[in-house]
């Protein structure tokens, strides 16, 4: 079993992925770590030195790769399945799993977060102000909507954290009549 969690930045997937694969039994990845690793750059660093075209390319290579392991839960990039390759991919080869958070909520959590966003900083990497960051969700979440909703189930990941956790172990299960919004 392979279960691909998907969401925005921020949506709480490398917080409730570990504690869903424990559950399950499974093991858990963060793509994005796997790509820094592989890179031997942060994520912010290859954003600025590269650009996020590039990006894309090294997370779909990555998320590729999550196929020679059964029994994963992987944590997505909050635009991994934007790319229509990777979209294909994750449903092919697992079950997806959308956190869905409102915005409200996305923009505290980033302002709480000391992580850096590259698509929520300016020219020179600087945070955006608040304002213009939740413009910027706003519009990507727009554009991701389509795509997040496509998942196999949606989850409200505005909830307690084991909340959240008890909704992905149970969206992980085949698809029921019951199962599709936990």
């Known amino acids: ?4 969690l998907t ?29 820094a690793a592989h890179d031997g750059r942060s994520i ?3 954003f600025a ?18 196929a020679e392991t059964d029994d994963l839960v992987v ?20 079950r997806t799993v959308y956190l869905k958070v409102p915005v409200e909520a996305l923009l505290e959590r980033v302002a709480d977060d000391e992580t850096p966003r590259p698509l929520l900083q300016d020219d020179t990497g600087a945070p955006l102000p608040r304002d213009a960051q939740q413009a910027r969700i706003e519009d990507l979440l727009d554009e991701r909507r389509p795509h997040y909703e496509a998942a196999d189930a949606t989850v409200d990941a505005g909830r307690p954290v084991e909340a959240v956790v008890q909704s992905v172990v149970a969206a992980a ?3 029921s009549p019951n199962n599709t919004n936990a």
Do not use: C, N
Not at 1 to 4: A, E, L
Not at 75 to 94: K, N
């Open 44 to 46: 912010p660093d290859i």
């Open 75 to 94: 944590a997505l990039g909050g635009g991994a399945l934007v790319d229509e390759t990777s979209r294909a991919f994750a449903h092919e080869h697992g």
């Open 7 to 35: 969401g925005f930045m921020a949506s709480g997937k490398s917080t409730v992925g570990p504690r869903a694969a424990a559950r399950l039994g499974l093991s858990f990845l963060d793509l994005d770590r796997l790509i």
């Open 49 to 66: 030195e590269d650009g996020e075209a590039h990006f894309r390319t090294l997370e779909r290579r990555m998320l590729r790769r999550t």
């Open 173 to 175: 299960s085949p698809p």
């Open 1 to 4: 079993m392979r279960i691909y």
